[in-house]
C-alpha cells in the first residue's frame, strides 16, 4: 500500500519569506512524486513532478521541490511567497512500474500574509 | 488546449434520486480518472480508464456507482440511489500514457450535494 503525509494542515508566512510545504511518502517501490495546488472552487492544477534524475525539481510559478530518497521525502519549497500563493497544496504519490492512480495527502492550507 | 472539462459543475439532488455527471478529457489523451474529494480531505482514487477500457475500480466505488467512457472520448458517472454520504466534489483527470511518470490534469470538478 502506499501513503502520502503532509504534517502541516496549515503553514503561515510573510510576503517576501520562503516557504517550505512538508511531504513525506511511503511505497513499495519507487515513487513518482506530484505536487498540485487547488484555488477555492476550482480542480487540482499540477505544479511539479519528480520522476527521476535530478533530486532539485523545478516547477511552475517558482516552486522547486527536493526528493530526498533517504527521508522519504518531496518537500515543497519556494524562495519568496506572494500573497497570490495562498492556496491548498496537495502532495501526491505513485509508485513506478505500478498502478496509475495518485494517492494523495490530506493537504496543507499555504496561507502568505502582506 | 482547452483543458479537461465537468458538468455540471454543482448539483443538489435528493437522497434516493440517481445522478449523471460527464467528463471531457484534453483531447488527445487516452486515460481518465475519477476521484472523489470530501472536505479537508485530499482527493481519493474511484476508476480509471485506458481509451474505452476501465482497468481499474477503488473498493469506494460501491455497486451504486458505475462510470462508462464508451468512445474512449468522453466519461460518465453515475451514481444510483444516492446516500447523504456521496456528498462531496467529484474531480476527473486525464492524462497521456507515458513510458515515465505520466502528468494528470484535472477538471473543475462536480460539486454533490445530497439532501
Known amino acids: 500500500a502506499q501513503s502520502v503525509a503532509q504534517p502541516e494542515d496549515q503553514v503561515n508566512v510573510a510576503e517576501g519569506n520562503p516557504l517550505t510545504v512538508k511531504c513525506t511518502y511511503s511505497?513499495?517501490?519507487?515513487?513518482?512524486l506530484f505536487w498540485y495546488v487547488q484555488y477555492p472552487n476550482r480542480g487540482l492544477q499540477f505544479l511539479l513532478k519528480?520522476?527521476?534524475?535530478?533530486?532539485l525539481v523545478k516547477g511552475s510559478y517558482g516552486f522547486e521541490a527536493e526528493f530526498n530518497k533517504s527521508q522519504t521525502s518531496f518537500h515543497l519549497k519556494k524562495p519568496s511567497a506572494l500573497v497570490s500563493d495562498s492556496a491548498l497544496y496537495f502532495c501526491?504519490?505513485?509508485?513506478?512500474?505500478?498502478?496509475?492512480?495518485?494517492?494523495f495527502g490530506s493537504g496543507t492550507r499555504l496561507q502568505v500574509q502582506p | 488546449d482547452t483543458g479537461v472539462s465537468q458538468n455540471p459543475r454543482h448539483k443538489i439532488t435528493k437522497r434516493g434520486q440517481n445522478v449523471t455527471f460527464r467528463c471531457d478529457p484534453i483531447?488527445?489523451?487516452?486515460?481518465l480518472y475519477w476521484y472523489r474529494q470530501t472536505l479537508g480531505q485530499g482527493p481519493e482514487f474511484l476508476t480509471y480508464?485506458?481509451?474505452?477500457?476501465?482497468?481499474?475500480k477503488s473498493r469506494l466505488l460501491s455497486d451504486r456507482f458505475s462510470a462508462e467512457r464508451p468512445k474512449g472520448s468522453f466519461s460518465t458517472l453515475e451514481i444510483q440511489r444516492t446516500e447523504q454520504g456521496d456528498s462531496a466534489m467529484y474531480l476527473c483527470?486525464?492524462?497521456?500514457?507515458?513510458?515515465?511518470?505520466?502528468?494528470?490534469?484535472f477538471g473543475p470538478g462536480t460539486r454533490l450535494l445530497v439532501l
Open positions: 480508464f485506458q481509451n474505452e477500457a476501465q482497468l481499474e
Open positions: 483531447s488527445e489523451h487516452n486515460r
Open positions: 483527470a486525464s492524462s497521456l500514457n507515458r513510458a515515465l511518470g505520466e502528468t494528470q490534469y
Open positions: 501526491a504519490v505513485s509508485i513506478v512500474g505500478g498502478r496509475r492512480a495518485l494517492t
Open positions: 511505497v513499495s517501490g519507487n515513487p513518482y
Open positions: 519528480y520522476i527521476t534524475g535530478d533530486n
